[in-house]
């Protein structure tokens, strides 16, 4: 049977004549009527508080104001849809009516996460910028077995070069390169006897290194994806502190200063080293790549965050309507 779906709220004279309507047309389009009052969830409030009363039947749409004739043609196409999916066997459609039938683990785990969907990203962030900061501190007391599995476990999502890395617990927070041009910190090599080559062996001996006692111990992030997702982890609060009401950065705003010097400071030095040397040979510094590294992950998350909002909300609001379709509590 056909189901029409009808928000409205308490003292709505539009959406009362609606009723009227599509009870006096019940027994010619025989449809199940659900009434959704926007007043119970903020969500349904933002959407349709000031168009009321809206209809949905089957794929179409209704919004004030709403005309007995307009409702009869709407309801004799969805009706003659319904017919038409229902003649075909169309088993597409037959699996959209069971999923409508009944709420699902899925379907719960939805509505949750569209409305801690913050609270969710922000700790899997947290989690995933923090662990690498525990590497260092099972070397320092000792725990070198878990120590390991999270260096190699990062190993495979970033480079994990000793002259790119944060330290802990020893003499400096980091040890670049000489080409770097920091005179203030003691330089990769001075610290740990290590090359600083580009040739297969001396990087795969600067991703080995950990460090010891005096130099401290790596941080399983090099300095650049720290300050990517510590970036994201600040907008996230700040997001969340101000009530999910930040407007979204303009995409363009995002490639200009999000992209722009990341891509700049990255490639720039990338391309002046083998094999490339497409110009003078350099070495950025660890000041640059928390600098860039941070304006791109807060502006990439400035960028995204409004997004999902958006596509959060859509979702809260399919799955309350599903739920009040059903009788059944979100809750």
Known sequence: MLTVTLFTREDCHLC????????????????????????????????YGEILPVLEIGPYRKQAPIKAKDLEITLAAASDRVRQLESLEDPKYKMQQERSSKISAADRISYWLSEHYMMAANLLVLLYVGVPFLAPVFMKVGWTAPATVIYRGYSL????????????????????????????????????????????????????????????????FCERDVA?????????????LFGQRIPGLHWALWLLIGMGPIALDGFSQLLSQPPFELWAYRESTPFLRTLTGGV??????????????????????ALLVKFRRLGISPD
């Open 16 to 47: 009362d004549q609606v009723k009227v309507d599509l009870q006096a047309l019940e027994e010619k389009y025989p449809h199940t009527l659900i009434v959704v009052d926007v007043d119970s969830d903020p969500v349904l409030q933002e959407k």
């Open 296 to 317: 791109f992950g807060i502006t990439t998350a400035w960028y995204g965050f409004p997004i999902v909002k958006e596509t959060m909300k859509d979702t809260r609001r």
């Open 228 to 240: 990517i997702y510590a970036g994201i982890l600040a907008f996230g609060l700040i997001f969340v």
């Open 157 to 220: 999502v970033c480079h994990n070069l000793g002259f790119r890395s944060w330290f802990l617990f020893g003499d400096q927070t980091a040890y670049p390169r000489q080409s770097a041009d920091v005179d203030t910190l003691k330089t990769f090599s001075e610290a740990t006897g290590l090359s600083e080559g580009n040739t297969a062996s001396d990087l795969f001996a600067a991703r080995r290194y950990v460090g010891n006692e005096q130099v401290g111990y790596k941080v399983a």
